[in-house]
Nanobody, 117 residues
Framework: QVQLVESGGGLVQAGGSLRLSCAASGSIFSTDAMSWYRQAPGKQREFVAYITRDGRSNYADSVKGRFIISRDNVQNTVYLQMNSLQPEDTAVYYC???????????WGQGTQVTVSA
């Protein structure tokens, strides 16, 4: 079992930045790949980025060049640095974990990010 706790969401103006954190506890193997997803009101949950324990990462086209995913393997924490935020980035952001990339076995509770125009 894995527990994921996100933090760092909030309200920011367009063009601003936020840094999300996701602290994982439980099975280390099950957190080899950690991801961020987001869900805007009335829309399906969508992939944002993932990072593996050895540092491989991938991003959705919509955030490439603006968001940076990183992780601290000692603290078993993953971060999402979000820069140049736009109103369309407004969503609940979820952390996910799994043994392999692009799988989502465990989810956090989500953290709200709101970007005002």
């Amino acid at each position: 079992q894995v527990q994921l706790v996100e933090s760092g969401g909030g309200l920011v103006q367009a063009g601003g930045s936020l840094r999300l954190s996701c602290a994982a506890s439980g099975s280390i193997f099950s957190t080899d790949a950690m991801s961020w997803y987001r869900q805007a009101p009335g829309k399906q949950r969508e992939f944002v980025a993932y990072i593996t324990r050895d540092g491989r990462s991938n991003y959705a086209d919509s955030v490439k060049g603006r968001f940076i995913i990183s992780r601290d393997n000692v603290q078993n924490t993953v971060y999402l640095q979000m820069n140049s935020l736009q109103p369309e980035d407004t969503a609940v952001y979820y952390c996910a974990a799994a043994p392999v990339a692009l799988r989502t076995d465990y989810w956090g509770q989500g953290t709200q990010v709101t970007v005002s125009a």
